[in-house]
């Protein structure tokens, strides 16, 4: 690469010179289109590991690790999740992109989430009914108009933003600007971003520590947000083999202090802010050593939103290590028949619109398509570095924009608000 950039300048000053195939190939990485395919459903049967494991759990442990005897037992039934919002919401992102284009406008990303017919909670509930009122995003999820802003919703339903992007952090960053914008804002929509970039590295690399890393490059670095997930690898390297203690490090700082709680529900025990609990998955993936039961239940364990955490560390997780690797416990109970509630797809058919729409990132960042001399297709995924978007936080916000439905957008919303 710095040859690279070295020619690119001595071009400019004296006339082009040699860059060899090698340097080229080195901005480059290649991924069988097969491989892909492999990780990425593994990818979404870890969301679907993690949230079936965990929910018996959901918030019945707030500020408090949940005890050894009050961790489910996996079973392989569990796999099949069809109706947890943890999974179903991104659903509607990907029919989104599928129907109106890769580039779907965020207006048209909003009227879609108007019309979605799950159930929904916290900032999600908030932006839907803020859709379905008239307030257009990205007002939808302001803070002016969001109470719940800051609240996990965006990071819980991300995963499709980096499975759809391997290698490309990106195009995570660039989807959570439309999508993530309809129900949050700052630390909020940080996590979303930052979830994005673990999936989209996960592709590629296999030490969990680098995945939070290549996730951590994708948010700003002076938000709080960021600032949790620095103190969790840095707590980490400090008690390599005492989870405990992080996990105390965190509640007293990310829980107890106010300061880091300004635009979270104000009850002292439950804390749905994306910040504890992306902690809470960082955990899971740093003490997990590579193995799913260790991963999902220290993630779980950590308590507060714990089959939305869970699901997420299994899922990038899982994504590093392929179906076909997958033990048998976790995969061969799954019915692949359902649909996911209130969408269009099955888990076919889902793996099915992620592969279309990951062909059309890899030429859009610029990659190609190839084929080898078996005629297997091969995505070649350019290497660029993240672009994280600007500095914001809920406590002090930038300006609404006013944006407003029209008419004309009003009249495709078919679900009256409740509120």
Request: proline share 6%; hydrophobic share 35%.
């Amino acid at each position: 690469m710095t040859r690279v950039l070295f020619c690119m300048l001595l071009a400019v000053t004296i006339g082009p010179c040699f860059v060899s195939a090698e340097d080229t190939e080195a901005m480059y990485r290649r991924l069988p289109v097969s491989e892909y395919r492999d990780k990425m459903a593994a990818g979404w049967l870890g969301q679907m590991i993690g949230v079936g494991w965990g929910a018996p759990t959901e918030f019945k442990f707030k500020g408090q690790i949940i005890p050894d005897e009050h961790v489910p037992k996996w079973a392989p039934e569990r796999i099949n999740q069809y109706n947890q919002d943890d999974i179903y919401v991104e659903m509607t992102f990907l029919r989104s992109m599928e129907q109106y284009g890769f580039d779907v406008s965020i207006r048209q990303a909003g009227i879609d989430f108007a019309n979605s017919g799950y159930r929904l909670w916290h900032a999600n509930v908030f932006g839907r009914e803020n859709l379905r009122s008239g307030i257009a995003p990205p007002d939808s999820g302001h803070p002016k108009y969001n109470s719940h802003a800051d609240d996990i919703d965006y990071q819980i339903e991300a995963d499709y933003s980096g499975l759809i992007a391997p290698g490309m952090p990106n195009v995570g960053i660039e989807l959570g600007e439309k999508f993530g914008r309809l129900m949050n804002y700052g630390d909020g929509l940080y996590g979303g971003q930052f979830v994005a970039g673990m999936y989209a590295e996960a592709f590629f690399e296999d030490d969990p520590k680098k995945v939070v890393e290549a996730g951590l490059a994708c948010i700003p670095a002076a938000s709080q947000f960021a600032e949790a997930i620095r103190d969790t690898i840095r707590w980490h390297g400090e008690n390599p083999d005492n989870w405990k203690a992080v996990w105390k490090l965190i509640e007293a700082k990310y829980q107890d202090n106010p300061a880091y709680r300004r635009f979270s529900c104000s009850d002292s025990d439950f804390n749905i802010d994306a910040k504890i609990n992306a902690a809470y998955i960082v955990m899971g993936l740093l003490f997990g050593e590579r193995d799913i039961e260790r991963t999902t239940v220290i993630s779980m364990r950590c308590g507060q939103d714990s089959d939305c955490n869970p699901s997420s560390a299994a899922g990038v997780l899982c994504t590093m290590i392929g179906v076909d690797r997958l033990p048998s416990q976790y995969t061969s109970a799954l019915d692949r028949t359902p649909k996911f509630s209130h969408t269009e797809y099955d888990f076919d058919g889902l793996l099915d619109v992620c592969e279309k729409l990951a062909r059309q990132a890899v030429v859009q960042q610029g990659g190609r398509i190839e084929k080898d001399t078996a005629g297997n297709e091969i995505f070649v995924v350019p290497v660029k570095r993240p672009k994280p978007t600007a500095l914001e936080q809920c406590w002090e916000p930038g300006p609404a924009s006013g944006s407003r439905f029209t008419e004309d957008e009003m009249s495709q919303i078919k679900v009256a608000p409740k509120n």
